[in-house]
T-cell receptor, first 115, second 112 residues
Framework: GENVEQHPSTLSVQEGDSAVIKCTYS??????FPWYKQELGKRPQLIID?????GEKKDQRIAVTLNKTAKHFSLHITETQPEDSAVYFC??????????????FGTGTLLAVQP | DAGVTQSPTHLIKTRGQQVTLRCSPI?????VSWYQQVLGQGPQFIFQ???????GRGNFPDRFSARQFPNYSSELNVNALLLGDSALYLC???????????FGEGSRLTVL
């Protein structure tokens, strides 16, 4: 069935360092890959997304890369700050063609940025 | 503009009871989805409604049901509650039948 694996489950970095979170998806028809940030007790918020016709997308300190052949996508955060501390979820979905926008989420990565 | 609003924010039920959770999407959004997030896990898809029709259903038992009203608001009903139904129930809306989801703050259900 559809599955998204996410690693690592926890990640601790020093302020200013980079953080990388990796995900693998199983459904080769997936074509939309969002990343959500969820602070404790809060709702998930979209931070960046990428579609399968693009290999990389960047927004200031955040970037996402996609390898369709390997069915891998990754989140890269540079110059980390304490306010980046949160749980990050990757997800995969099939958009278009009358399909639902059902997101299959990974298991989450708890990122702790140490001051 | 108001975001996705959900009610109630917190509730406690006992096993066997029934619960109704409510969601109002962002104005102009016609698609509403429901997700269950158990503590320490990623959200799991329950239902999607678009233009008042069910467009998708996740791997949840028939105890879970939902509907969407003409004003695009939605309700999620869970019957015969089990301890394992304790979770954060998230509602998300999107402007069309695909694309970015905007999540509400969720309804935290505790089943005793």
């Amino acid at each position: 069935g559809e599955n998204v694996e996410q690693h690592p489950s926890t990640l601790s970095v020093q302020e200013g360092d980079s953080a990388v979170i990796k995900c693998t998806y199983s459904d080769s028809a997936s074509n939309y890959f969002p990343w959500y940030k969820q602070e404790l007790g809060k709702r998930p918020q979209l931070i960046i997304d990428i579609r399968s016709n693009v290999g990389e997308k960047k927004d200031q300190r955040i970037a996402v890369t996609l390898n369709k052949t390997a069915k891998h996508f990754s989140l890269h955060i540079t110059e980390t700050q304490p306010e980046d501390s949160a749980v990050y979820f990757c997800a995969a979905s099939k958009l278009g063609g009358g399909a639902t926008n059902k997101l299959i989420f990974g298991t989450g990565t708890l990122l702790a940025v140490q001051p | 503009d108001a975001g996705v609003t959900q009610s109630p924010t917190h509730l406690i039920k006992t096993r066997g009871q029934q619960v109704t959770l409510r969601c109002s999407p962002i104005s102009g959004h016609k698609s509403v989805s429901w997700y269950q997030q158990v503590l320490g896990q990623g959200p799991q898809f329950i239902f999607q409604y678009y233009e008042k029709e069910e467009r998708g259903r996740g791997n949840f038992p028939d105890r879970f049901s939902a509907r969407q009203f003409p004003n695009y608001s939605s309700e999620l009903n869970v019957n015969a509650l089990l301890l394992g139904d304790s979770a954060l129930y998230l509602c998300a809306s999107s402007p069309i039948n695909t694309g970015e989801l905007f999540f509400g703050e969720g309804s935290r259900l505790t089943v005793l």
